[in-house]
């Protein structure tokens, strides 16, 4: 481990100590000290920072530039308490761009046509993992990262529910799951103890060489599994990972529409399920799908007639 590397191992220790989310910087911060090394570029610099920023490691411009440099200036500001060589990028220097991205909502066929590629996978434990993962993603409303974090204590296999610990905005919650879904986990506990015996991390997911499973692996793979399975070819935004997320919300506050629920008092539950902040942010499911929208524009419209009445 060379230097550059040492600093950001114990960097990224120190954040984590003291309660920080790594998600994103731990992605993102070993692709930047690489780009340092291969740069021979002894600390960060601006200069360093803002063309790692604004393109990828195949050299491609990326759109993630913002992000990457919150995390290049948050690196920056740690080194330059014992290395006076290193330049802070100002703020301001790649300002966010705060665009709308409507998600892309699956369909059961599409989930569905996803989790067959996944069981095609030709190892065992790796299609057993992938569609067990992608599945829970499909069914919970997880994040990616909270899934990855699951170690096998977080199940309460009684209650039939999951222990989230400390995930975004540092909040612990519990996620209650359909029998279904814990049957489909109690398999897959029993299949993956039988195929790998001694893993490395009490991690509920394991990978081939016995450790958690990283982000940016099953990011890769689940675009490849979309691909092979042909899904969202002519979408104007390509479906994510993330979008399992949106599809789990949408499909939940169009159940409850159709059902004739009372929307408005049941979305704080819904926040707090999915671990949202506050149910502000659960409402923006509301313009996710024209269908949701048209629904919650009809009771809001019926609403106000019988107010008027």
């Given at each position: ?159 039939g529910v999951l222990l989230i610990r400390e995930s975004k905005f540092g909040k612990s919650r519990l996620v209650p799951l359909h029998t279904s879904t814990m049957r489909a986990l109690t398999d897959h506990a029993r299949l993956r103890d039988e195929l790998q015996r001694r893993p490395k ?45 949106h599809t789990f919300a949408v499909r939940t506050l169009l159940g409850w529409y159709r059902s004739g629920e009372d929307v408005q008092a049941k979305i704080p539950s819904l926040s707090t399920y999915l671990g949202h902040r506050e149910p502000a942010s659960t409402y923006w499911y509301l ?23």
């Amino acid at each position: 481990m060379n230097g550059l590397q040492q600093e950001l191992s114990d960097y990224l220790q120190l954040r984590h100590s003291l309660g920080h989310e790594l998600a994103e910087a731990g992605w993102l911060l070993p692709d930047f000290v690489r780009y340092l090394d291969a740069h021979d570029y002894p600390t960060v610099t601006i200069e360093a920072a803002l063309a790692w920023a604004q393109h990828s490691s195949t050299g491609t411009v990326t759109t993630v530039g913002p992000r990457r440099m919150t995390a290049a200036r948050g690196f920056a500001r740690y080194l330059s308490g014992t290395d006076p060589r290193t330049e802070v990028p100002p703020l301001g220097l790649m300002p966010h761009r705060q665009r709308w991205r409507r998600p892309f909502i699956y369909a059961t066929a599409d989930i569905d046509a996803i989790l067959s590629q996944a069981r095609s996978i030709v190892s065992p434990l790796r299609a057993a993992t992938y569609d067990t993962l992608i599945g829970l993603l499909a069914s919970s409303g997880l994040r990616i990262g909270e899934a990855i974090k699951l170690d096998r204590d977080d199940i309460d296999w009684a209650a039939g529910v999951l222990l989230i610990r400390e995930s975004k905005f540092g909040k612990s919650r519990l996620v209650p799951l359909h029998t279904s879904t814990m049957r489909a986990l109690t398999d897959h506990a029993r299949l993956r103890d039988e195929l790998q015996r001694r893993p490395k991390e009490p991690s509920f997911f394991v990978s081939l060489t016995r450790n958690r499973l990283s982000y940016a692996v099953v990011s890769q793979t689940f675009r490849r599994l979309v691909d092979n399975a042909g899904i969202g070819a002519e979408a104007p935004c390509p479906p994510r990972l993330h979008d399992l997320r949106h599809t789990f919300a949408v499909r939940t506050l169009l159940g409850w529409y159709r059902s004739g629920e009372d929307v408005q008092a049941k979305i704080p539950s819904l926040s707090t399920y999915l671990g949202h902040r506050e149910p502000a942010s659960t409402y923006w499911y509301l313009s996710a799908a024209p269908e949701l929208l048209a629904l919650a524009a009809a009771r809001q419209d019926t609403a106000w007639l019988a107010a008027r009445s």
